[in-house]
């Protein structure tokens, strides 16, 4: 009789499947793009100690207040870095429809029931000291929508019709929500990430030159329409014609800046910071660091943020699918065209307009801006 050779007992076990969740928490840091924010993290918490503190006193009797606050967000925002950092991205792909529908409720909502401040009803009040603006989370949920979208219709992308209009189309309800607050920065801003993600995605580049056409002169309309943006305007082009007005921000910024020089007038002998910008923590920060450290610190700052925006497009580049890839680009895009509207505002080379500094201006969404 003929012996038959018993097979090993694993192998007529079913495997086991891998975890992917596992497998994704074991990927490698990367250590580059963690050190550089770490440090705008920390030179950014400095800077709200330095610009905040004579303000901070003034309003609330403590010179920490802004400080200890920012410091809070920071930390929270480091501990949801480190979170979604083991989270599978590819999660987030099976909701990419409803980061619609969220964006398009939380701007109804705060159409609603917002506070209005300074002509603008953009925030809802948790509490007095709590105000949560939905247009910065609607910043990210709009990059997970459209990353989700592009993927999915990928195939009709380099057609105008079912390609560009389709996928602009889907934003439109979400500017005009945005332009009644009116938050016109934001719809600017959302508006250039969608532009970045369908191009990337492979949108063709003359269909953006055909649509621009028609674009560009609504948007300089819409943005002189209200009499308070064609002022900022003629402001941004002789900020000295209302020097104690509305020429006023503008002027002290670019005092500070010009005071700095090459080195700086050193870390908190800002002059500018007593009172003469207003609130020097928040969007105008720059300006402050321009005073205090100079040329060289904000040269090194810029870099920094040069660095993470490189790192954003390498891990945009070896990303394994398309959707990782077109997130990574709209994070990336939305911090660049962030920083580049603040500084070119601090600086008066374009109109005045409210646009945080990403990780220096003092903002309780500095904690998303960490995280993501």
């Known amino acids: 009789m003929t012996k038959?050779?018993?097979?090993?007992?694993?192998?007529?076990?079913?495997?086991?499947?891998?975890g992917k969740f596992s497998s994704f928490v074991n990927n490698p840091i990367d250590f580059t793009l963690l050190i550089t924010i770490i440090l705008l993290l920390g030179i950014g918490l400095i800077m709200v100690l330095s610009a905040s503190s004579p303000s901070a006193l003034a309003e609330h009797g403590d010179s920490y207040h802004y400080f200890k606050r920012q410091l809070i967000f920071g930390i929270l925002g480091i501990i949801c870095m480190l979170a979604i950092s083991k989270i599978d991205y590819r999660f987030y792909q099976k909701f990419y429809k409803s980061a619609w529908w969220i964006s398009l409720a939380l701007l109804i909502i705060v159409l609603i029931i917002?506070?209005?401040v300074n002509g603008a009803q953009r925030w809802i009040y948790v509490t007095e000291s709590l105000s949560v603006q939905p247009s910065e989370i609607v910043k990210f949920l709009i990059i997970i929508f459209y990353a989700g979208m592009l993927t999915k219709n990928r195939e009709q992308l380099p057609e105008f019709k079912n390609g560009i209009l389709k996928h602009l189309a889907m934003v439109v309800p979400l500017i005009v929500l945005l332009l009644l607050e009116p938050h016109f920065s934001a719809s600017m801003v959302i508006l250039g990430i969608v532009c970045i993600m369908l191009f990337v995605a492979g949108c063709k580049f003359k269909h953006f030159l055909g649509l621009g056409t028609i674009l560009i002169p609504l948007i300089i309309i819409v943005a002189i329409l209200q009499p308070y943006r064609l002022e900022r305007v003629i402001t941004f082009l002789d900020?000295?014609?209302?020097?104690?007005?509305?020429?006023?921000?503008?002027?002290?910024?670019?005092?500070?800046i010009g005071s700095?020089?090459?080195?700086?007038v050193g870390l908190g002998d800002s002059k500018q910071k007593y009172l003469y910008i207003p609130e020097p923590q928040n969007d105008f920060i720059f300006s402050i660091i321009?005073?205090?450290l100079g040329f060289i610190g904000s040269s090194l700052i810029l870099i920094l943020f040069g660095?993470?925006?490189?790192?954003?497009?390498?891990?945009?580049?070896?990303?394994?699918?398309?959707?990782?890839?077109?997130?990574?680009?709209?994070?990336?895009?939305?911090v660049a065209i962030q920083v580049i509207i603040n500084i070119a505002v601090v600086t008066s080379s374009m109109p005045a307009t409210g646009m945080p500094l990403p990780f220096f201006s003092y903002r309780w969404y500095s904690i998303i801006y960490i995280a993501v």
């Open 114 to 116: 917002g506070r209005e």
């Open 260 to 264: 700095g020089g090459i080195f700086g």
């Open 290 to 292: 321009g005073e205090e």
């Open 4 to 18: 038959t050779k018993a097979k090993p007992i694993e192998k007529n076990m079913p495997k086991k499947k891998a």
């Open 239 to 256: 900020p000295w014609k209302d020097a104690s007005d509305t020429g006023w921000q503008v002027i002290q910024s670019l005092y500070a």
């Open 307 to 334: 660095i993470l925006i490189w790192r954003g497009v390498i891990i945009a580049m070896k990303a394994p699918d398309m959707f990782g890839s077109l997130v990574a680009v709209g994070i990336t895009s939305l």
